[in-house]
Each structure stands twice: as C-alpha cells, then as structure tokens.
C-alpha cells in the first residue's frame, strides 16, 4: 500500500561533501520527476539537504537517491534519514517552518520548499495526497512565523555571511558571485544593509533585474567572466551559486596580489577550490561554518519550536480529516446517509461502534446540530 514518504540526506547526518553530491542540475531534477510520475515526486535541494517526497514504498527510497546521484545504495544507506506515513508529514512541517533548518527560524527554506513543490507541479499531475499534504505544510508554516516568534529577530546564511563580511574591515570591498539566485538577492540585500560595504556583484547575464538589483552607489554589477581581473583589490569574496565546478580556483587566484582576504562559499556543491584556504593570508568559511554561529539563535528559538510542535500537531490532525473525508465522502454518497433520519442514522451507529466511538460520535453530531 502507498504511503507518504520522505527520503532525506541533510546536514546532521552528512558533511558538506556528501550532500554535495547529491545537488542536481535541473534538467536531471525534470527528467527525474517525470520519469517517476507515478509516485507523485518532489524533490527538495537545498545547501543543507536534498529531499525527494513521494507517495510509494520507503524500501524504493534509497534506490531513488542512488539512482539520481549515482551513488551507491549502501552508502546512501549510511547517510539517509527515512520517514513515513504521519512521520513524513511532521518532517515536512517542520522543514517548512525552519524548525528544522540549520538556522533555527531562517526564511529561505519556505520559498525553496514551494518552489520545489511548484515545479513538480507544473511538469506532472501530482496525487490528490501529495498536493493536500504540501499546500497544508505551508498554510502552517505561515501560521507558525506569524503566531510564534521563530522567525523573529531573523537570522540566516544570508545575514551571518553578511555580518561576517561587514565586520572583516573598517570598510569592506565584497566580491558577491551568484547575486542573481534565490539565496545571492538575499545576501545582497543583507550586504547593503551595513553602511561600511560595498558590492561588486558577478552575474552570467548582463540583463539585470531591477526588481532585484537596487539603483545604490555602494554597488556595481561586473560580468561573471570578469570576476578574476578585479577579485585582487576585494576584500571579501563570497560565492552562492548552483554550478557543478568549483566558479574560484587556487590556481587562477594564485597571481592576485597577496592581501588579507576573506572568502565564504555558501554553495552545495562547492564553488571555492578547498585548497584556497591554504593560501597565505585567505581565510575560508563554507557553509558548515555558519552552523557554529547559529548555536546562540537556536537556543533562543526554543520557547518558540515548542510553540510550534504544538501547531504543527493541531495541523496535522486538520489535515488528516482532509485526507479522510476525500477518501470517505465517495462511500457517503454511496451509502444514501441524505435518505435516512437522524434516529435511523443514530441506530445504524450504535450497532457498529463501541460504546466510547458511539458517545464521541453523538456528542459531535449534537453539537452541529446545536449550533
């Protein structure tokens, strides 16, 4: 029998390393979700995890994961995180929530995760379950930012890397490669928020979205192929882009004059060469870094994650009436209850149910009807 499943590789079970073998480009990502049509996937890529749900077996999960990144099964085994049923569901809710994020409360995690849903959506007719269970995964994540304070006093990777950056030097030159993206526009806001900064944002197009690029003196936007004729005189350089290869390289950096330098790669996979970080003088933040810095937000997060289980369990339970009712309301009509009276129905229930059933059963009915 199907059930809902989620299949999980993140950041408390794997290294940058490991999950960055399992970023994929977005042909493979389509190609994936409809080949596999019939399982309802959608597939969640983040620089903290990659995530496939689908409506299936949790046996297959692991073949699915291998079979996208071409690892193994058994080490995919090693790594993953399984969940099923109502458990899948919880887990949902609570990536959608960022209560499950690395960052405690961080906001980019629900715009990624409608955006995996989203695309799934638009290339296959995903399962009435599927679409009821990802549509109520968010309408209580914004329940949740709105009644709780999880998502106060905001913190994520954008606003660490930015605060790291602003604080490097009394007055910082960054090198932004990727501004472009999801998580690049949120950095280049939280960037030009600190009055000591300035912007050298990299981008592969020279079509500009004002919408996203701010008309500021504090920026300049260069052609990515340029990043290395100018990346000697910055003094940070941060890099968020979803390339396969690494987009900076020891070896081109290596005529760059030497200078303090800060470099933070905030890309799954990697798009700074490790081996950057054994050059005199650079130091090198990924990703995994930032986890240390988040410890103090989390901890004050607390009071508000119990507020939120609370939550996600009230939602849970709403939903879980949803999925019931589409699933019994064909066999309602069937059954011709609009043809009986209150007194036949009320005798039909007590020969089926226990006494315990029977009595909630007619305190709710007596209760609709009292209203």
């Known amino acids: 029998m199907k059930e809902f499943v989620c299949a999980s590789i993140n950041y408390k079970r794997c290294d940058e390393d ?15 979700i409809k080949e596999n049509r019939n399982i309802s996937p959608v597939l969640l890529c983040t620089c903290c995890r990659t995530e496939i749900y689908f409506m299936g077996n949790a046996d297959s999960a692991a073949g699915y994961l291998s079979e996208l990144s071409g690892i193994s099964e058994n080490q995919i085994n090693r790594n993953i995180m399984l969940f099923s049923g109502e ?44 679409n009821m269970i990802f549509q109520c995964a968010v309408s209580a994540a914004k329940r949740i930012k709105t009644e709780t304070a999880i998502s106060k006093t905001s913190v994520s990777y954008a606003t660490l890397a930015a605060k790291l950056a602003a604080h490097f030097a009394d007055n910082v030159k960054v090198m932004l490669i990727g501004a472009g993206g999801q998580l690049g526009t949120s ?15 990299t981008m592969r197009s020279h079509s500009v979205n004002a919408a996203i690029i701010p008309e500021t003196a504090a ?44 470099y933070i790669d ?16 650079i130091q090198l933040c990924n990703i995994d870094y930032f986890r240390k810095l988040a410890e103090n937000n989390n901890l004050r997060k607390q009071d508000s994650v119990e507020q939120a289980k609370l939550m996600i369990e009230e939602e849970i339970d709403e939903l879980k009436k ?40 007619a305190d709710a009915v007596i209760n609709i009807g009292g209203k």
């Open 18 to 32: 490991f999950r960055g073998k399992l970023a994929f480009e977005i042909q493979k990502h389509e190609d994936f």
């Open 266 to 281: 905030l890309a799954v996979p990697r798009d700074i060469d490790p081996s950057v970080a054994d050059m005199e003088n």
């Open 322 to 361: 949803q999925l019931l009712f589409h699933d019994l309301f064909p066999e309602f009509k069937k059954a011709a209850l609009s043809e009986m009276t209150g007194e036949e129905l009320f005798l039909k229930l007590k020969s089926k149910l226990s006494f315990s059933a029977f009595r909630e059963t």
């Open 87 to 130: 458990g899948a569901i919880r887990h949902l809710f609570r990536v959608a929530s960022g209560m499950d994020s690395m960052v405690i409360g961080e906001d980019e995690i629900l715009g990624q995760l409608k955006s995996a849903y989203a695309f799934a959506s638009e290339k296959i007719h995903l399962s009435h379950d599927v």
């Open 187 to 201: 950095l280049l806001k939280n960037l030009l928020s600190y009055k000591n900064v300035r912007v050298i944002a």
């Open 219 to 262: 920026l300049e936007i260069l052609p990515y192929a340029s990043r290395y004729e100018r990346i000697g005189e910055c003094d940070c350089i941060i890099s968020a882009t979803s390339s396969p290869h690494f987009v900076i390289t020891a070896d081109e950096i290596k005529s760059v004059p030497e200078k303090k330098q800060l």
